[in-house]
Each structure stands twice: as structure tokens, then as C-alpha cells.
């Protein structure tokens, strides 16, 4: 089924009283009133999904706009709302315009057409740093383009494993300045504890669907076979680094975890 609906032609009445608010004032997605709010800057309009997509983009606004119009998508606005204004806060946080930025079109219509699907606090939140790390000056950054499929194929315990292994796991820098990590053991029950799940084989399936997606390291991610299942290996893969570093709003994986670039180990 088509996610997006193809736009409404403007009455011959409108175009001839000149009250097609799209073709007489610019707003592309359709939302006049807005209009005044975004020239007032951030501390006027500061909310809502409909100033984020005027700021960052323009020429896709009126196709996501109508991404969220009908009763089926209603739940989704509200998600796709709630990811707009986690992006405002992580780029005012950053000391940021956000009038100033833009994004690829193509990728703020994934991001937000993908993100929408999910309540989880946690993944809306990673949704908006994948969002918000693409936002510059320029609006050419599609970096971020390759991380979409990843992220939306991540439960919310997923999410969780991933976040704790990319923040407490060690890491490490090769000769060449590229980030690893080393083995990262923890017991079952901190996982259980983690990801409010209880029973051993749903631990198990979600670290192999990790490491299924290249975010763990080929030795990590699945309890060992002869082992007596008391603890598992979550070391994130370099891929599993930079993914969480976009998704946390920062563009650079050395720049977010900046701790390690400072004080580069030996090469093991």
C-alpha cells in the first residue's frame, strides 16, 4: 500500500480568488499559519512536526505533510511529532539554528516515514539523532541514508543492548584512527534486568538478530553453545559505533565518542 497520497490540485476557484494558500504564500505543506511562527525563529516555534519539516525541507514538506492526513495515520502523526521534537532539542542543545539547517529530502521522508511506527521512547529518541546528525548548513549530508533499514528493524530490547554496549563497552582505536571494540561479557541477568525479559531463548534471539545485522561483533552477540548460558559477549561492531553515534546526533563516531580519540590505546 502507498504510504504517501498524491497532493490535492487546487480548485480553479482558488487559483483565480488567490486563496490556494500553497501557490500564494510558498508553505509547502500546506499549514499557513505556521508561516509567521517560523519567521519569528525558535523561541516563537519551537514544536510540531509541520515547523521542523519547513525548516530542514522544503521541497519534500507537502509529501510528508500528507503522509499523516487520514484517521489510519493519526497514530503515526503523533509518533512522527514526537520525533520532530526530540531533533529540535538536540540541535538547539548542539547551539544550532535550526532555520539555518537542512536535510535530504529523501531521508527525512525515511527517517520520519519509518520512525512513526514505533512508541518506544528509546527508538523515537534514536530516530531523531539519526535525523538530527544529518542536519547542516548545506543539506548534503546522506550519511545517515544507510543506517535507516538497521534502525527500523530494531525491537525495543534491541535498542536497549545496543545503547548499554556502545556506552559502557571498551573501545579501542586501530593504527589507522578507525574505532573497535574488544570482547564486552556481561551475565544474563543484567540483560534479563536491561530488557525486562525473562526467558533465555528471547535473549538469545535478540543478540543474534544483532549480530545477524553487523551492530555486534562476530564473536558477540548469541550465548555460546558450550557454555552453561550465565553470560553472553555484546561487543558492538564499528558499524554497531557509528550507527549509535549518528543516532545519538553527533555526525562523527570519533567526534561522539571523543573520550577514546583523546587517549588512543595501543593498537592490539
Not at 134 to 143: F, K
Not at 197 to 202: I, P, V
Request: glycine share 8%.
Amino acid at each position: 500500500m502507498a504510504l504517501v497520497d498524491p497532493p490535492r490540485a487546487s480548485t480553479r476557484n482558488e487559483r483565480e480568488s488567490g486563496t490556494d494558500r500553497r501557490s500564494s504564500t510558498g508553505d509547502l505543506l500546506g499549514l499557513a499559519p505556521y508561516g509567521e511562527a517560523v519567521k519569528l525563529g525558535v523561541d516563537r516555534a519551537t514544536s510540531g512536526i509541520g515547523q521542523l519539516l519547513t525548516w530542514i525541507c522544503k521541497p519534500a514538506a507537502e509529501e510528508i505533510g500528507l503522509l499523516f492526513r487520514d484517521k489510519i495515520r493519526a497514530w503515526r502523526a503523533v509518533n512522527a511529532e514526537k520525533i520532530a521534537k526530540e531533533t529540535l532539542r538536540l540541535l538547539l542543545e548542539r547551539g544550532d539554528d535550526p532555520a539555518k539547517l537542512a536535510a535530504p529530502p529523501q531521508l527525512v521522508h525515511a527517517i520520519l516515514d519509518s520512525g512513526s511506527w514505533t512508541e518506544d521512547e528509546l527508538l523515537q529518541r534514536l530516530w531523531a539523532g539519526l535525523l538530527a546528525s544529518a542536519c547542516n548548513v548545506e543539506g548534503n549530508d546522506n550519511r545517515s541514508q544507510k543506517f535507516v533499514d538497521h534502525l527500523k528493524r530494531l525491537s525495543p530490547a534491541q535498542a536497549k543492548i545496543l545503547k548499554f554496549a556502545c556506552e559502557m563497552g571498551p573501545k579501542k582505536l586501530t593504527s589507522a584512527g578507525l574505532l573497535y571494540t574488544e570482547d564486552f561479557v556481561v551475565s544474563i541477568e543484567c540483560l534479563k534486568t536491561l530488557t525486562a525479559l525473562r526467558e533465555l531463548e528471547d535473549i538469545d534471539a535478540e543478540l543474534d538478530h544483532l549480530r545477524h545485522l553487523g551492530l555486534l561483533m562476530e564473536n558477540g552477540g548469541g550465548i555460546p553453545l558450550h557454555s552453561d548460558a550465565t553470560n553472553a559477549n555484546i561487543a558492538p561492531s564499528a558499524l554497531g559505533l557509528y550507527l549509535f553515534a549518528r543516532c545519538s546526533g553527533v555526525a562523527s563516531a570519533r567526534d561522539f565518542y571523543k573520550d577514546v580519540t583523546a587517549n588512543p590505546p595501543e593498537n592490539s
